[in-house]
């Protein structure tokens, strides 16, 4: 499906019936990334999973705000643009991290919150790739020679259960276009942790007012494990023999918490 955020196009999955639940995938991914949960879970929830601002099948917007309010704001133009008007589940990936901005911006939306290998904290390092991406010159450099077996043998490393199908559909999707990776440096570089001091005190409001839960999993080489207890939650859970893309490589463990 396709509609219209901040005046441009966005493309996202619309699957199931009952209370919505919105889906925010991350880098190198796009809305395919939950498509195994979204089939587990279309009985129970309306499933909405966009791809965001200016990867694979949405729209750039050049003018857009790459700050966590600027983030918030497009997340919330979607919700309203989607017609969604009910208290949202809220699930989130690596860069989704963005909906948790959002939830905390506006936590009237918000019914309960999935946190699946992500970050919100001010004290995390960034791994190898978001140095590279985040380094001018280097980053584009770096992004001009991307290839597919450099990407097969990095998420390889990031998730030892992932498909080859997996990997090669995610290259197709998100890194197959040069205006996609550009993207992705722009949203590396607008994101130092230490602009999340404040953001975490919201996040920690919304904890006490709706349901936190976090699947981790345990062989991620790009977010350490203690980044899992960030998030004021008590229902931390690793995810035994799964590495970063925990939608991807264990679906179960999200579609068994929410069903």
């Not at 880098?27 to 990867?55: N, Q």
């Not at 970050?119 to 597919?148: D, I, Q």
Request: glycine share 6%.
């Amino acid at each position: 499906m396709e509609t219209t955020v901040q005046g441009h196009a966005v493309y996202y999955q619309r699957e199931g019936s009952g209370p919505p639940a919105l889906f925010m995938h991350g880098v190198p991914d796009t809305a395919d990334i939950w498509s195994e949960v979204i089939a587990g879970l279309r009985h129970k929830y309306t499933c909405y999973a966009p791809d965001f601002m200016g990867i694979h099948r949405s729209q750039e917007n050049p003018r857009f705000d790459y700050s966590f309010d600027g983030y918030a704001d497009w997340i919330e133009a979607f919700v309203q643009a989607a017609g969604i008007t009910e208290p949202v589940t809220v699930v989130v990936h690596d860069w989704g991290l963005m909906a948790l901005a959002w939830a905390a911006k506006y936590p009237q939306r918000v019914a309960r919150v999935v946190v699946t290998n992500t970050v919100f904290s001010h004290l995390y390092k960034w791994h190898f790739w978001a140095r590279v991406w985040r380094t001018p010159l280097l980053g584009e450099l770096s992004m001009l020679l991307m290839n597919r077996p450099l990407m097969n043998r990095e998420m390889r490393r990031g998730s030892r259960k992932l498909t080859q199908a997996q990997i090669d559909h995610t290259y197709d999707g998100s890194f197959s276009r040069l205006s996609s990776r550009f993207v992705v440096l722009r949203l590396y570089r607008s994101a130092d942790p230490a602009k999340l001091i404040g953001w975490e005190t919201r996040l920690e409001s919304l904890a006490k007012q709706v349901p936190v839960s976090v699947r981790w999993g345990e062989h991620d080489p790009y977010i350490p494990q203690w980044v899992s207890n960030c998030f004021y939650s008590d229902d931390v859970q690793l995810v035994p023999g799964c590495g970063h893309w925990v939608p991807a490589e264990a679906p179960e463990a999200i579609v068994g918490l929410l069903a």
